[in-house]
């Protein structure tokens, strides 16, 4: 069985501060993590992925995430929040085989400028 | 090239009817998924196919049939339409659905409304 909860549905920062979306999981094998985002009206865009290689990952628009199996977070930082940050961010964990891959419920990053 | 095409983007129905949308991936991927998203972004996965074999089917009402008529398809039909069936309808595809490494790639979702 797996779970992943995102402890914060809703964070809101100044432009130019740091971000942080937490993310907790739970899976009964070694899992791989995804971080993606959804701006208004689209789809999900994957962020950044970790499949068990490097802890601390980097992603595409200056995001990055830490893998730490002692407390099963991975949680999602950026340091400088841009005005086109803002958007929902889904954890979303994964642990093989023909299993459903489980979403997180979502965090509304809201930037103000 | 858009990886994962869904059609039609808005979709505007009464109750009652029958409608369908039509999901294609040329990412060459062997697995398909839908996922329902509520109006609280909440994501869940109704079904998904690995080369055009049936592998998960959530408890979704039978009035919805998924058909994949080869692995870059994956279409779902809506029988008998319901005020809760209103929410966006993602595709998604992924190289293969028991890899744990790999990432789903999303279509940009239909938006179902049900009056």
């Known amino acids: 069985a797996q779970s992943v909860t995102q402890l914060d549905s809703h964070v809101s920062v100044s432009e130019g501060t740091p971000v942080l979306l937490r993310c907790n999981y739970s899976s009964s094998y070694s899992p791989s993590l995804f971080w993606y985002v959804q701006h208004p009206n689209k789809g999900l865009q994957l962020l950044l992925k970790?499949?068990?290689?490097?802890?601390l990952v980097k992603g595409i628009n200056g995001f990055e995430a830490e893998f730490k199996k002692s407390e099963t977070s991975f949680h999602l930082t950026k340091p400088s929040a841009h005005m086109s940050d803002a958007a929902e961010y889904f954890c979303?964990?994964?642990?093989?085989?023909?299993?459903?891959?489980?979403f997180g419920t979502g965090t509304k990053l809201q930037v103000i400028p | 090239d858009t990886a994962v095409s869904q059609t039609p983007k808005y979709l505007v129905t009464q109750m009652g009817n029958d409608k369908s949308i039509k999901c294609e991936q040329n990412l060459g991927h062997d697995t398909m998924y839908w996922y329902k998203q509520d109006s609280k972004k909440f994501l869940k996965i109704m079904f998904s196919?690995?080369?055009?074999?049936?592998?998960i089917n959530e408890t979704v009402p039978n009035r919805f049939s998924p058909k994949s008529p080869d692995k870059a398809h994956l279409n779902l039909h809506i029988n008998s339409l319901e005020l809760g069936d209103s929410a966006v309808y993602f595709c998604a595809s992924s190289q293969d659905g028991q890899a744990r490494t790999g990432e789903l790639f999303f279509g940009e979702g239909s938006r179902l409304t049900v009056l």
């Open positions: 979303v964990v994964r642990a093989g085989g023909y299993q459903k891959v489980t």
């Open positions: 196919y690995n080369n055009k074999e049936l592998i």
């Open positions: 970790y499949t068990s290689a490097a802890t």
